[in-house]
Nanobody, 123 residues
């Protein structure tokens, strides 16, 4: 069992940066690959980025490539999402999730989810 708690959301202006954190409980954090997803009002939850268990492999959605960076610190049981050059279309609830697979971009492959943190980007 893994419990995930996101933090760092808030209201920012277009062009700003923001870092989200996701703290995991349990001693097996390094056994899971991690991902960030987001859900805007009226839209499906979509993949943003994922990172392998050791952090050696990362994947990004085209919409955030070059602006967002995922990283993890297994000693702190935490995964991060650094978001730069934020745009109004990045406004969404951001969720972190854990998968037992090596690394994946598929939402259904994630078994544990956090409650989400709201990011609102004003123009």
């Amino acid at each position: 069992q893994v419990q995930l708690v996101e933090s760092g959301g808030g209201l920012v202006q277009a062009g700003d940066s923001r870092r989200l954190s996701c703290a995991a409980s349990g001693r097996t954090f390094s056994s899971y690959s991690m991902g960030w997803f987001r859900q805007a009002p009226g839209k499906e939850r979509e993949f943003v980025t994922s990172i392998s268990r050791t952090g050696g492999s990362t994947y990004y959605a085209d919409s955030v490539k070059g602006r967002f960076t995922i990283s993890r610190d297994n000693a702190k049981n935490t995964v991060y999402l650094q978001m730069n050059s934020l745009k109004p279309e990045d406004t969404a609830v951001y969720y972190c999730a854990a998968s037992s697979l090596t690394v994946t971009t598929i939402k259904s492959h994630y078994v544990y989810w956090g409650q989400g943190t709201q990011v609102t980007v004003s123009s």
